[in-house]
């Protein structure tokens, strides 16, 4: 399987992707928790069914430590017992951000005020970029049909 385009060597979605990347190096040094935003990538990878990314971010999640177990039970987080409040928080907030247009409200007020009980103003909105910047590549990995499965962790640096 080859991607419709290349967005490794395409000039015009290198440069979206490199503002994006610049965004998203931006999060890594807020207070959100390392954890939290990396099983936020990963659900919304696996709601929008972006192969690429659900590859990647399992696989620097289990290169920063995160456990199979967790990483298995990312898509089944509200049965699970190894998530903490706060990241079964912050996987609501994912889960309703990332399928605004399924739900009539979008993101509903109880969603946000069980996020606002765990993190702060600050952290609630490296969340909320978190979730529209995965989104973002999520979209256009899935629009190109990016292969997944060769991904190797820290491999975009």
Known sequence: MSARLDAFSNPVIGKVFKHIVAASKTLEDSTLPATTQELVRLRASQINGCGFCTDMHSKD???AGETSTRLNLVAAWREATVFTEAERAALELTEQGTRVADAAGG???????NAAKH??????????CE??????????????QQPA?????????
């Open 61 to 63: 999640a289990a290169a």
């Open 107 to 113: 993101v509903t007020d109880e969603a946000w005020a």
């Open 119 to 128: 993190y702060d103003e600050d952290q609630l909105a490296a969340l909320v």
């Open 131 to 144: 979730i529209a910047l995965i989104n973002a590549f999520n979209r256009a990995n899935v629009i190109i």
């Open 149 to 157: 499965g060769d991904y190797r962790p820290g491999q975009f640096g």
